[in-house]
C-alpha cells in the first residue's frame, strides 16, 4: 500500500451522499469509492502512526442493525480504534464534515466505572485526573462521559470533582473539519500531535482503570 497522502473531497463527498441516501444501490455505486479514498488512505495514516501508537482497528462500513430502531445500512463515518487493552486508546474518525481526532476510555464495564470513581475520588489521582482533562480542554478538545444526570450514589454532589464522579466513560475529541491540509500527508502529523496530547489520559485510564 502506498503512503498516506492525505483524504481527497471526494471521501467527504462520499459521506455526504451516503447521509442523504443511506441505500444499498447508492453504496454499491460508490463501494469504489469508499475503498480507495477512504479505506486505503486511513489504513496508511494508521501504519503510518503504528510504530508510536500501536495497531488499529478499523471499523467495518455496516452497522449492525439487530438491536436498533434504525435500520440504514451503513454507517456515515469512517472510524477507527487503537488501544493496548480494550477500550482504552485513541481515536480517528472521517465524515462528511472532514477529521476528528481523540481518545480515552470508551468501555465501561460496571468494575471499569467503580474503579474510575474510586480513583477519581482519591486525593492524589482525583487532582491528577481532573488536571490531564483541564490541560485538554484549554487545548480544543471536547469532553463526553456518558453522565449520569446526578452524583452517583455514595458521592456528594458537592464534591470537587463531581463532573467526572457523574461519567461513566471519559473520552476527548477535537474536530479539525475539513482544512486545506487535510488532503496533504500533514494531516497524519495533525492526527500524531492530537494522540500525543490524549496520551496522558489514555496512561491514566489504564493504570487507573482499564483493569
Sequence with gaps: MAGFAGFSDQALELYAGLEADNSKAFWTDHKAVWESRVRD????????LEAEFGPAKLFRPYRDVRFSKDKTPYKTHQAAFVGRVTGVG???QLDAEGLLAGGGWRAHEPAQVHRFRAAVDDEVTGPEIA???AALTEQGFDVRGDELSRAPRGYPADHPRIELLRCRSLMVSRRYGAPD?????RAADEVRAAWRAVRPLADWVDTHVAG
Design 131 to 133: 488536571g490531564v482533562v
Design 90 to 92: 485513541w481515536y480517528l
Design 181 to 185: 491540509w487535510l488532503g496533504t500527508p
Design 41 to 48: 488512505p486511513m489504513q496508511a495514516l494508521l501504519d503510518e
